[in-house]
C-alpha cells in the first residue's frame, strides 16, 4: 500500500541488477527502452503496482584521445557521448578522421569514418563508454575537388577509392547546371 524504492546504478558492464526484481544487460538500449524494461519487470514482479523510472544523475567519465594530435589528453563524456562529439575538442589537423580507431577497456578495437558519420551514417558515430581510449593515426593521401560540386574541399581518400567516390560520395556530386 506504500511507495517503494529501488535505487540501482548502471556501470560499464551494462548489467543493471534490480535485485528482487532481477538482473538484465542494458547494452545498446535507449533511455526509453530501459524505462520500458525496468518498469516491466517490477510490473510482473509486484503485479498492480504503478512503477516508474526516474532518472536521478548521470554518470560521468574520462576517455583518452591520443594518436596523431598534438597533445594526448582526458575528455569528459557521458553515456550518451558520441565519437564525433569528442573528436571535435582535439586538433584533428594532421590526423585522420577517416580512420578513428576506439579501443575498449577490454582491448576490442573497431575503426570509424568520420566523414561518412557526418553525412549521416550513424554507424559510424558510436556512444562511447568507460575505458575507451580513441586513437587518431596520421592521414594518408589527400585531394582538393573544387568547382561545381555540392561540397567542395579537400578529402582525405582510402585505398580502393574511385574518382566517382570523390566526386559523389565526398563532394555531393555535380551541382544542378554545373558540367
Not at 512503477?51 to 597533445?71: C, D, H, K, M, Q
Not at 570509424?112 to 551514417?121: C, I, K, Q
Amino acid at each position: 500500500g506504500g511507495t517503494t524504492q529501488i535505487e540501482f546504478s548502471i556501470p560499464g558492464t551494462y548489467i543493471v541488477n534490480l535485485g528482487p526484481v532481477g538482473v538484465f544487460s542494458a547494452e545498446d538500449m535507449t533511455l526509453e527502452m530501459l524505462r520500458d524494461r525496468v518498469e516491466a519487470a517490477v510490473e510482473s514482479a509486484y503485479p498492480s503496482s504503478f512503477p516508474r523510472l526516474e532518472l536521478v544523475s548521470i554518470g560521468l567519465f574520462r576517455v583518452w584521445i591520443t594518436g596523431a594530435i598534438p597533445n594526448a589528453r582526458l575528455v569528459q563524456a557521458w553515456g550518451l557521448s558520441r565519437l564525433s562529439e569528442l573528436v571535435g575538442t582535439a586538433d584533428t589537423s594532421e590526423a585522420s578522421l577517416r580512420r578513428v580507431e576506439i579501443i575498449s577497456d577490454g582491448g576490442a578495437s573497431a575503426t570509424y569514418d568520420l566523414l561518412r558519420a557526418r553525412r549521416g551514417e550513424t554507424a559510424e558515430d558510436p556512444l562511447v563508454r568507460p575505458g575507451d581510449r580513441i586513437v587518431f593515426p596520421s592521414r594518408l593521401d589527400e585531394v582538393s575537388i573544387g568547382g561545381q560540386v555540392l561540397f567542395p574541399g579537400t578529402y582525405e581518400v582510402l585505398d580502393g577509392d574511385t574518382l566517382d567516390d570523390v566526386i559523389f560520395r565526398y563532394a555531393g556530386g555535380i551541382r544542378r547546371g554545373g558540367k
